[in-house]
Nanobody
Framework: QVQLVESGGGLVQTGGSLRLSCAAS????????MGWFRQAPGKEREFVSR????????YYGDSVKGRFTITRDNAKNTVYLQMNSLKPEDTAVYYC???????????????????WGQGTQVTVSS
């Protein structure tokens, strides 16, 4: 049974930082690209970032470029999202997701991903 478990969310002030983690089990982690998405109340789920199987390639949504960094540790079956210079508009539930497919194609679409975590809340106060 595949499980993706996010952690590290919380309440932070504008300009602060958080580091999210997503621990995977039940799958061969190194064969999956990993992504982060977020969803604010009343909004659609939004692509945040993606990292390829080896970690060699990373991708970011325009709203987080230059502020967020995605990394992975295949030995620990974990993907991370370092979030710096946080803004109130970053407030959302953050989800990690696993994609068995390649980076070719529309990797920013939710339906490309095979497995999802339950999410972790990030709240940025102004």
């Amino acid at each position: 049974q595949v499980q993706l478990v996010e952690s590290g969310g919380g309440l932070v002030q504008t300009g602060g930082s958080l580091r999210l983690s997503c621990a995977a089990s039940g799958l061969t982690f190194s064969t999956y690209a990993m992504g982060w998405f977020r969803q604010a109340p009343g909004k659609e789920r939004e692509f945040v970032s993606r990292i390829s199987r080896s970690g060699a390639n990373t991708y970011y949504g325009d709203s987080v470029k230059g502020r967020f960094t995605i990394t992975r540790d295949n030995a620990k079956n974990t993907v991370y999202l370092q979030m710096n210079s946080l803004k109130p508009e970053d407030t959302a539930v953050y989800y990690c997701a696993a994609d068995f497919g390649s980076d070719i194609g529309r990797y920013y679409l939710t339906h490309k991903y095979d497995y999802w975590g339950q999410g972790t809340q990030v709240t940025v106060s102004s």
